[in-house]
């Protein structure tokens, strides 16, 4: 039988608002026949967004509307291992604490989802839910805002399956005013983790930027080591390599460096080698670098002062993670606010992270945590939310973008190809997905762009994606780095592309 992972079918379903449910564990508000946890709550229109995702898609259709429904048997087994990955990026918004809707998974995406693995299972498997936040996140506090604390505590009590919860990091950063000022090691994955490299396999192995690439923290060194002599290293959480099963539920936002995040850039949270990842490369265009659009003299001396500053911080963090706060303070009048400049590769330039993200991707899909490549791709479901989505300022510091929206499917290409036409974009005019179909011997999207397929109860919505027009999106703002350059103009774009 034919992996689902081909099926380029996707489902899209509008709430009646742009409401989560607020008491944890999230119960559904309507005694379905194939519900099996009794427990009953207040409205709650996620849970039946959900449902209706999987009834668009046709799943065990014999058996809709009876006790015995099963919608996701055909991908999860009994005796599986499940990890279900939200995207619990950061506990708040950056610059308004007291916000956090529009940045991570909401637990009423995840609780939805968990019951219908657990009938699934029927009784026999494992399932975890997990993802490596910031590496300056505050745990504790994600897991009270999403609800998913009470929400495995509520579980284990009723279910046979326990669910465990598990914050893949393994060091905890602290961080203030941007500046990192030390490190608390953490339990990580009790699994370990699973080194892959992919060699001339990967996307970074025909680009320039070996030994200049920037990773998550100040040590260059160690980014690079893992990116040079013809070795692409991962370093991978063995829980979620290890999976047979892998359902992905990210939040529908922009994002500046890879344009949005969606379901490939979700799964960035699978790393525990957070500094093996590229994120960008040291220079500008001019230069083979795309940290910055141009190389101007305040851009040069921009990158030197940092430079030194994070040397610095790296080799004395009580005197230098204080002098770099000072110099970022002193310096911002002349180098600008990143809430307004571009560095770092936050723009549409970025020709470093895309790959990164395609990579683990490629990694993790065709791994088994013992074997890579596998013949056959790992098990695959993604829900992504975008009840309330994150808007302009991606990742971390998004507005509000109410729009009540849910999307499924069974390849992440495709479901992201979805969501990204429904925020207004263009899923061309994005290297993290157009590059998806190139040919490879390790494919993510294993069909056409134009064989994609959205089922939706919106008429305008139903049929092939690119067919769906502009005017029936919700077109949300990209990051400044990339305003226009990724919006919607028009299918001859596409059709040149």
Known sequence: MESTFFNPQTAACQLAAAVYPQCPPFHPSAEYPEYRLRELGPANEVYAGVRELFRLLGMDAAHYGSPSWNPLGEIVKPGDKVVLKPNLIWHAHRYRPDEFEQVITHGSIVRAVLDYVLIALQGRGEICVADGPQLDADWNLIMARTGLGQLCAWYSARTEIPIRLLDLRDTWEDVRGEVLYGTTPLPGDPAGSVEINLGARSRLADHHGAGRYYGATYDQAETNFHHSGGRHEYRLSRTVAAADVLINLPKMKTHKKTGVTLCLKNLVGINTGRNWLPHHTDGAPGDGGDQFPVATAKNTSERKGIRFLENLTMVHPALGAPIYRLAKTVARPIWGHTRETIRSGNWHGNDTAWRMVQDINRALFFSDGSTFPTPRPKRFFAVVDGVV???????????????????????????????????????????????????????????????????????????????????????????????????WSGPAALAAA
């Open 389 to 487: 989505a994150g808007d302009s300022d991606g990742p971390a510091a998004p507005d509000r973008k109410e729009t009540a929206l849910l999307v499924a499917g069974f390849n992440p290409v495709a479901v992201d190809c979805v969501a990204v036409r429904l925020m207004g974009f263009d899923p061309m005019k994005l290297a993290v997905l157009r590059e998806s179909f190139a040919p490879s011997d390790l494919p993510l999207a294993p069909f056409a762009y134009e064989e994609i397929q959205v089922a939706s109860h919106r008429p305008e919505w139903q049929g092939r994606l690119r067919d769906l027009a502009d005017e029936h999106t919700f077109h949300f703002q990209p990051h400044f780095g990339w305003r226009r350059q990724i919006e």
